[in-house]
């Protein structure tokens, strides 16, 4: 069973920057697509960013495209999403998620595991 466990949240100022960390166990990452998706109160979690098994290949959400960049360390078997930038409407619990697939689906639905997520909140 693949467990995550996300780290790295906290409150800053707008313009600040954070770096999340999704740490893994259960499955080496180079067997996963690893993603972040975030919740803000009274809306439905989005996606924010994907990266393919290999590392080689990336995806962002095109509100945080140029801003948020995510990368792996399989050494460490962990994800991380770097967040520069930030703005009050990047507040949001942050999820990290992976599934078996090799797709770039960025849907909720086609993941298979889920973090218990970190809070990222920015003041403005």
């Known amino acids: 069973q693949v467990q995550l466990v996300e780290s790295g949240g906290g409150l800053v100022q707008a313009g600040g920057s954070l770096r999340l960390s999704c740490a893994t166990s259960?499955?080496?990452?180079?067997?996963?697509?690893m993603a972040w998706f975030r919740q803000a109160p009274g809306k439905e979690r989005e996606f924010v960013s994907l990266?393919?098994?290999?590392?080689?290949?990336?995806d962002v959400a095109d509100s945080v495209k140029g801003r948020f960049t995510i990368s792996r360390d399989h050494a460490k078997n962990t994800v991380y999403l770097q967040m520069n930038s930030l703005k009050p409407e990047d507040t949001a619990v942050y999820y990290c998620?992976?599934?078996?697939?090799?797709?770039?689906?960025?849907?909720?639905?086609?993941?298979?595991?889920w973090g218990q997520g970190t809070q990222v909140t920015v003041s403005s």
């Open positions: 998620a992976a599934r078996n697939s090799g797709s770039y689906n960025r849907g909720v639905d086609d993941f298979d595991f």
């Open positions: 259960g499955r080496t990452i180079s067997s996963l697509t």
């Open positions: 990266i393919s098994r290999s590392g080689g290949a990336t």
